[in-house]
């Protein structure tokens, strides 16, 4: 059985392939009944997906974290990898709504911890605000150095990112 992490991993991949192979059909979707298919049917592929990942994600948004590792496993996995793909960063905004109420272990600082560098470093979509809010509750001594240490970046935008991540310490 695969773990969640390739679970995850698999399925960014393949909503990216069908969500790519849409956007280059798109252009058929004008044009005659014979060119139009192929349109319809990345329309319909990508539409019609099912990856063995979204089970679990309604099942965290429903039943919550709190009693089962199974779930909260996913849900941290998820945080760790970070995927990008269409509707992503929804998902990624619901679970954190999650996580705000649980009792983080070590490690699961950590995980949120690697996951705000990583975004500081690279990239703040919409939801970097949301990983931002959890600072309070998983700051320690060397985050904040890290946090620190790239505020002085000669990148500006990470510079920028890294000064909004500061601007949640305690």
């Known amino acids: 059985m695969k773990s969640y992490r390739e679970m995850i991993a698999d399925c960014e991949r393949e909503v990216n392939r069908l969500h790519a192979t849409l956007w280059e059909t798109v252009e058929h979707r004008d044009k005659p009944p014979n060119q139009r298919e192929q349109w319809h049917r990345a329309a319909d592929a990508f539409r019609n997906h099912q990856s063995p990942i979204d089970d679990l994600i309604d099942q965290c948004l429903e039943f919550g974290l709190e009693h089962d590792n199974d779930l909260r496993h996913f849900a941290f996995a998820y945080i760790d990898n970070d995927p990008y793909f269409f509707r992503s ?56 150095y890290e946090l620190r240490s790239r505020a002085k970046s000669k990148d500006p935008q990470m510079r920028r990112r890294a000064e909004f991540a500061l601007s949640y310490l305690r």
């Open 89 to 144: 960063g929804y998902i990624l905004e619901s679970l954190l709504q999650r996580v705000k109420k649980l009792s983080l272990t070590e490690l699961e600082k950590e995980s949120i911890r690697q996951t705000i560098l990583k975004r500081v470093e690279t990239r703040a979509l919409r939801n970097f605000r949301h990983l931002c809010r959890l600072i309070p509750r998983i700051e320690d001594d060397q985050f904040r």
